[in-house]
C-alpha cells in the first residue's frame, strides 16, 4: 500500500524471484509514501530467512535504507548535464575536447561546420594535423605547458586547415579538465571563427595603403 504504483510490479518481480529461490537476497530501490504526504526513495534489502516445511517462504527480514537525498542528486545531476549538453550543441562557437596526446574525444555540430570533418573523422586525427603548419611550433608549446600544469589556460589566434583544404583563422580559448588533484585530464577549447574580421582588416589595411601611396604622390 505503501509503494508507489510505478514500481509496485518490478518489487513484486523481484520479491517472487527470491521466494521462488531464484536469488538468494532481495535488493529493490523503490518510492515510498511517507506518512506526511511526500515520496520518499528506499533501498530496501531483504532475505528469506525460514521456509514452511512444504518450502515456501515463512520468515524474511529485511532493512530499509532512505536514500532520497542521493536520488535527487543524482537527478539534479542528470538535469545539469542534459543542459549542458544542450548548450554545447547549440553553441555558436565550436567546443572540442582534447586528450593530453591532442586527440579528439568529442567535438560539437559548429566545430565540425568549422573544420570540415565530421566528429568521427576528426577522433582520427589531432588537433595538430589541423593546424597551418607556421602556428604549429606556438600551438604544440601552449599546450604542453598547460598540460603540464604550468598554466591554466591559454589563448592563441591560429588557421586551421579545413577538409577541403581552404584556410580558417581562428580564436582559440583552451583550459584543462582536471582530476580531483587537480592533474590534467583532457584540454577543452572554445573556438571563433574570425575569418571574416581578418579579411575586412586586411582590406582595410590595403586601403589605408593606397590611400597612404596616394597621398605621398600629390
Not at 589531432?126 to 604542453?144: A, K, S
Not at 591559454?154 to 580564436?171: A, L, N, Q, T
Request: charge should be negative.
Amino acid at each position: 500500500k505503501l509503494c508507489h504504483p510505478d514500481d509496485l510490479e518490478e518489487s513484486k518481480r523481484a520479491l517472487q524471484a527470491c521466494f521462488e529461490g531464484r536469488s538468494e537476497y532481495y535488493r529493490f530501490e523503490y518510492r515510498m509514501r511517507h506518512k506526511n504526504g511526500a515520496w520518499v526513495w528506499i533501498l530496501d534489502h531483504g532475505k528469506v530467512i525460514t521456509w514452511t516445511q512444504d518450502g515456501k517462504p515463512e520468515w524474511m527480514y529485511g532493512t530499509h535504507q532512505d536514500t532520497t537525498e542521493r536520488k535527487q542528486a543524482e537527478a539534479k545531476l542528470r538535469e545539469n548535464e542534459a543542459k549542458l549538453r544542450l548548450m554545447i550543441e547549440q553553441s555558436p562557437l565550436g567546443v572540442c575536447i582534447n586528450g593530453l596526446d591532442g586527440t579528439f574525444v568529442s567535438v560539437n555540430p559548429a566545430y565540425e561546420a568549422l573544420t570540415g570533418y565530421t566528429e568521427e573523422e576528426l577522433k582520427k586525427l589531432t588537433f595538430f594535423d589541423i593546424t597551418h603548419p607556421d602556428d604549429r611550433p606556438e600551438n604544440r608549446q601552449l599546450f604542453h605547458g598547460m598540460t603540464v600544469n604550468e598554466s591554466v589556460s591559454f589563448r592563441m589566434e591560429k588557421r586551421y586547415i579545413r577538409k577541403d583544404g581552404s584556410g580558417r583563422y581562428v580564436i582559440i580559448h583552451a583550459g584543462p579538465i582536471c582530476d580531483p588533484s587537480g592533474a590534467p585530464l583532457f584540454r577543452l577549447a572554445l573556438v571563433e571563427d574570425i575569418t571574416e574580421q581578418k579579411k575586412a582588416d586586411e582590406e582595410h589595411e590595403t586601403l589605408r595603403g593606397q590611400l597612404a601611396q596616394a597621398q605621398k604622390m600629390e
